[in-house]
Nanobody, 121 residues
Framework: QVQLVESGGGLVQAGGSLRLSCAAS????????VGWYRQVPGKPRELVAA???????VYADSVKGRFTISRDNAKNTVYLQMNGLKPEDTAVYYC???????????????WGQGTQVTVSS
């Protein structure tokens, strides 16, 4: 089955950096990466960064200038480089993608299990 797995989270001090990975595996005919999201307990899941149809990336105002999306298509992996981390960046980070498992099949919405990012002050 299809798996979408985030990794790279951990505990860092304020001002530090982390690089999150979102790797897709399994039977995948096609995949479209939707974006990176994060969620804090008691708060709605929010968009962090997402590619647009214009081959650019939209970032939440709170992370502009600090976070960057990149990808390695050969590895079916996307990354979120996070620099200058702040305590308010603490959250569970998720990647989201739309996947077709067979040619002509339905496109399903997949979420990874999430990876915890904790930034200490």
């Amino acid at each position: 089955q299809v798996q979408l797995v985030e990794s790279g989270g951990g505990l860092v001090q304020a001002g530090g950096s982390l690089r999150l990975s979102c790797a897709a595996s399994g039977r995948i005919f096609s995949i479209n990466f939707v974006g990176w999201y994060r969620q804090v307990p008691g708060k709605p899941r929010e968009l962090v960064a997402a590619p647009t149809s214009g081959d650019s990336t939209v970032y939440a105002d709170s992370v502009k200038g600090r976070f960057t999306i990149s990808r390695d298509n050969a590895k079916n992996t996307v990354y979120l480089q996070m620099n200058g981390l702040k305590p308010e960046d603490t959250a569970v980070y998720y990647c989201n993608a739309n996947v077709r498992v067979v040619s002509g099949g339905y496109e399903y919405d997949y979420w990874g299990q999430g990876t915890q990012v904790t930034v200490s002050s």
